[in-house]
């Protein structure tokens, strides 16, 4: 019965997108600042309940349209940043057997087996070639 009630509450409204996701996050990152007190704590505790109201406001939002123009244009303005978290993601994971290098042409992440000694490398991407070690 609350599953269905809940169904029907969320039907034909935005949801939790990436940008709900984020200011979510971004509320509970305050919430924990807002417990130092002073100043900080009360300016944090303000920004807190911004970004929580930003959060039900967008996720409970019936104009779908305009709220994925917001979240795309949210996930087009982070783009690089989350493309950087994802290398390091992927250097964390697979540093063991790959070394990676950064094409300096086209600042591409790419990935070489370990162990293969001084090796010419050729870019995927704009097939730029550039020497390593690996
Ligand atoms: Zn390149």
């Not at 007190?37 to 779908?64: D, K, P, Q």
């Not at 094409?103 to 010419?120: A, D, E, M, S, Y």
Request: include cysteine; proline fraction near 1%.
């Amino acid at each position: 019965m609350i599953k269905r009630f809940l169904y029907n509450f969320f039907r034909g409204r935005n949801g939790f997108d990436q940008l709900a996701l984020t200011t979510w996050f971004l509320a509970m990152v305050f919430l924990l600042i807002s417990l130092f007190g002073g100043v900080v704590g009360t300016v944090a505790s303000v920004l807190s309940l911004a970004a929580l109201f930003c959060t039900f406001f967008r996720s409970l939002s019936r104009n779908i349209g305009k709220r994925s123009a917001e979240n795309s244009r949210f996930l087009s303005a982070t783009a690089g940043l989350r493309r950087k978290f994802q290398n390091l993601k992927t250097r964390v994971s697979q540093g063991r057997e790959f070394k990676f290098f950064t094409c300096p042409t086209c600042h591409t992440l790419l990935r070489v087996p370990r162990g293969k000694g001084k090796i010419q490398i050729t870019c995927r991407k704009c097939g730029n070639r550039f020497s390593g070690k690996t």
